[in-house]
């Protein structure tokens, strides 16, 4: 019994001791470790596997060579190196080849979208139908739609955000409708 409340009583330490690494030097680990990886989420790892590593050897941190701050910061260093080391290791990854890229969608899939484009379209007004069909369908810039149509480019912005807007709220709308 005096034996398990030994150990429980050196694992608070320990955990004490973590915290209190972590408080007083937790920032200036990560800010290096971040400076020599320049990725703030790798910096994290190895910011705690420092910190394991000062838990399974507190005897480094007391011997009295130098600070545990410096102690600390060589451990992450030490990491970074590692870590970098390991990465170059490896060999480069390769890019995807064309029979491994996803299938393309199924020609039918581009019927479909094109059926209710159509359908959608159809329930815009004349003039917002339009304007979008010049400027999307036909690949028309404002002022080339303007002149097609026949009407001020001002005009030709006003109706393509109306019709858009009018298109996203009937895909929102039929969107809400297949969930339900």
């Known amino acids: 019994m005096a034996g ?7 694992e608070v330490a320990d955990e004490a001791l973590v915290r209190s690494l972590f408080e007083e030097h937790g920032k200036a680990m990560l800010a290096y470790a971040t400076r020599l990886l320049g990725d703030r989420s790798a ?18 941190l007391v011997n009295g060579k130098g600070s545990v701050r410096g102690w600390l910061l060589t451990v992450v260093r030490n990491l970074v190196i590692d870590k970098v080391r390991a990465r170059d290791a490896r060999p ?8 491994t890229v996803a299938v393309e969608r199924d020609h039918s899939d581009q019927v479909v979208d094109s059926m209710v484009v159509l359908s ?15 400027m999307y369908l036909h690949g028309r810039t404002v002022t080339e739609a303007a002149e097609k149509l026949g009407i001020p480019p001002g005009t030709v912005k006003s109706r393509s955000y109306y019709g858009l807007r009018a298109l996203r709220e009937l895909f929102g709308n039929q969107r809400a ?3 339900a």
């Open 177 to 179: 409708e297949g969930v």
């Open 43 to 60: 910096a994290e790892d190895v910011v705690q596997e420092a910190l394991v590593r000062a838990w399974r050897n507190p005897e480094s």
């Open 92 to 99: 480069a990854e390769v890019a995807e080849s064309p029979t």
């Open 120 to 134: 959608a379209l159809d329930g815009l007004s004349l003039e917002h139908r339009e304007v979008l069909e010049q």
């Open 4 to 10: 398990l409340r030994t150990r429980h009583r050196q």
